[in-house]
């Protein structure tokens, strides 16, 4: 039987709720909302995985939060980063799970398109090997452009993380040729021997126009989660979005 499409639940968002009230006393006995409990609630709802991207300005999860997940949450951890030297230490120091390596531009709210692998091979395949040579699995989050596909396979990633949040802002023609983008690089990547998640924009209701993408393992899901669970709360909003994954066609 096939395996499910996973979901790695995303909460760098709870992390910016909690930095707008305690973001000078994050030593305080009553800040909130918990990272933790965050972590906790996402596992006990059915997440494979907790997303976390540490930023250099650390603008929502900062270190703390990096250690104090990697000892207690349950599942597996995927931490989003840069390619820097700070935070490549800290991540061969944590060991998560996973590493996806992402572009980072300070003055954007969230990270917004793919990483160029293409000019940045070489600093890019030192960082893999150190990351994978200690036991984490690396992938690149990358626009679903052939060569990009090729550039992190050559570099030798596992993993890519297609970028999904054009398909996600198109509507009608423009979001059917995006999807056929993101199908034919998905198709390469797999015949390259890598694992194809993706991430980036999706919500229950543009989920379904995805699934003409073929050998799709994880999808890496934070925003559209967050803001559910305001109004619905975490397990409920992560309920909804696994029964959508559930009708993925598994070949």
Do not use: W
């Amino acid at each position: 039987m096939a395996s499910p499409l996973l979901l790695g639940v995303n909460i760098d968002h709870v992390a910016t709720l909690r930095q707008a009230r305690y973001r000078t006393m994050l030593g305080a006995h009553n800040v909130e909302p918990s990272i933790l409990e965050a972590a906790h609630l996402a596992e006990d709802s059915g997440a494979h995985s907790i997303t976390i991207h540490l930023r250099a300005d650390r603008r929502h999860i900062v270190d703390a939060d990096v250690y104090l997940l990697r000892e207690k949450i349950r599942t597996k951890l995927n931490l989003e980063m840069g390619n820097t030297p700070e935070i490549l230490g800290i991540a061969l120091q944590v060991k998560p799970d996973f590493v996806c390596m992402v572009p980072e531009n300070r003055e954007e709210v969230t990270t917004e398109g793919g990483l160029d692998v293409v000019g940045q091979k070489e600093v890019l395949r030192a960082s893999v090997q150190q990351l994978e040579a200690n036991g984490t699995r690396v992938s690149m989050f990358i626009d679903p452009d052939l060569e990009q596909v090729r550039a992190s396979a050559d570099i030798g990633a596992s993993m890519i993380e297609l970028h999904t949040g054009t398909f996600a802002n198109e509507q009608g023609e423009k979001r059917a040729q995006e999807a056929a983008r993101l199908k034919a690089a998905a198709e390469l990547g797999h015949s390259l021997g890598l694992q194809i998640n993706a991430g980036h924009g999706l919500t229950t209701t543009n989920l379904p126009d995805l699934f003409c993408v073929p050998h799709l393992a994880e999808l890496n899901i934070g925003h559209s989660i967050v803001a559910r669970s305001v109004f619905v709360g975490m397990k409920q909003a992560i309920t909804e979005f696994l029964a959508v994954m559930a009708q993925y066609p598994r070949a």
